[in-house]
């Protein structure tokens, strides 16, 4: 089993406490939505993520450090569970259980996510055309869409459903072709 692996096994039951605590609060969209700030924060600031990995930093400092950034931007309910994270010398995990979190509320709510690779930024009629050709194709009530901009496509996308791959990318579409003449 991989470290990755394990990870996401330990954060897994973090996740599903928080999700059960906010769907009992029923603060479930203003918690993602929080999740999200926390997730694209940590992302952002290095020295956060570091601060609350570091295992030499006592709980305390920690705690303090998240009541100053988070009292008055974030609902009790999450800050608690972060305090908790602390406490169990669990914080490292925060960034898994952010992901298994946003996985499990996407579920809850039917939403399917989609990764968008594509050569230029798409407009927002192209954005909500797609959403709705991958609503019908997968079924779902909703889609998220994580856009990343690849020039190497040349044009078009690549959408990774699950593990599911849809290539419409030019760069796609000649290695389909070079294989064809070069099997034929």
């Known amino acids: 089993m991989t470290s990755q692996s ?3 096994k330990i954060a897994q039951p973090y996740a599903e406490a928080l999700l059960s ?21 940590l992302s ?32 009790d309910c999450l800050l608690k569970f972060l305090l908790v994270l602390v ?17 499990l ?9 989609v990764e968008i690779s594509t050569a230029i930024v798409l407009t927002e009629s192209q954005q909500n ?3 709705e050709k991958l609503k019908i194709m997968t079924d779902s009530r909703n889609i998220k869409l994580l856009f990343s901009i690849d020039t190497s496509l040349i044009g078009g996308f690549v ?12 760069s796609g579409k000649l290695r389909n072709m070079a294989f064809y003449l070069s099997s034929v």
């Open 105 to 113: 509320a996407y579920e809850l709510e039917s939403t399917t996510v």
């Open 21 to 41: 605590a906010v769907k009992d609060l029923n603060i479930v969209d203003q918690n993602q939505i929080e999740i999200v700030s926390l997730s694209n924060l």
């Open 44 to 75: 952002e600031s290095t020295e956060l993520k570091n601060f609350l990995d570091n295992p030499l930093i006592i709980s305390s400092l920690k705690k303090d450090l998240l009541k100053e950034l988070f009292t008055d931007h974030v609902s």
């Open 87 to 103: 406490d169990r010398r669990r914080i490292s995990l925060l960034s898994p259980v952010i992901e298994k979190y946003l996985e």
């Open 159 to 170: 959408a990774k459903v699950g593990s599911k791959i849809i290539d419409t990318s030019i």
């Open 129 to 131: 055309a797609l959403i």
């Open 6 to 8: 394990v990870t996401y």
